[in-house]
């Protein structure tokens, strides 16, 4: 089992920035890839970014590649995503996950482990 603890969510204007946590605990933090999905209200759960069992490599939607940025620390078992430049349709709730393979997919089916979400929300 692996638990997993988003934190970070908050109220930010447009423009600003959130930086999300995701805190693992359990099984070997290293054996997964990890990903960042969001969920808006009516809509799909979607993924906004992954990072490999090394940190090594990323991979980001095209929504936000350039604005957002995914980081891992596996001292503290922590995976991180940096938001910048938030736009208002960037809210959502979002979510942390975590995939036993090499690299994240973007499917969210994939996932084994997910956290219980943060709420983001970018006024205009």
């Known amino acids: 089992q692996v638990q997993l603890v988003e934190s970070g969510g908050g109220l930010v204007q447009a423009g600003g920035s959130l930086r999300l946590s995701c805190a693992a605990s359990g099984r070997t933090f290293s054996n997964y890839a990890m990903g960042w999905f969001r969920q808006a209200p009516g809509k799909e759960r979607e993924f906004v970014a992954g990072?490999?069992?090394?940190?090594?490599?990323?991979y980001y939607a095209t929504s936000v590649k350039g604005r957002f940025t995914i980081s891992r620390d596996s001292a503290k078992n922590t995976v991180y995503l940096q938001m910048n430049s938030l736009k208002p349709e960037d809210t959502a709730v979002y979510y942390c996950?975590?995939?036993?393979?090499?690299?994240?997919?973007?499917?969210?089916?994939?996932?084994?482990?997910w956290g219980q979400g943060t709420q983001v929300t970018v006024s205009s």
């Open positions: 990072i490999s069992r090394t940190g090594s490599n990323t």
């Open positions: 996950a975590a995939e036993r393979a090499v690299v994240p997919l973007t499917n969210p089916v994939a996932y084994d482990y």
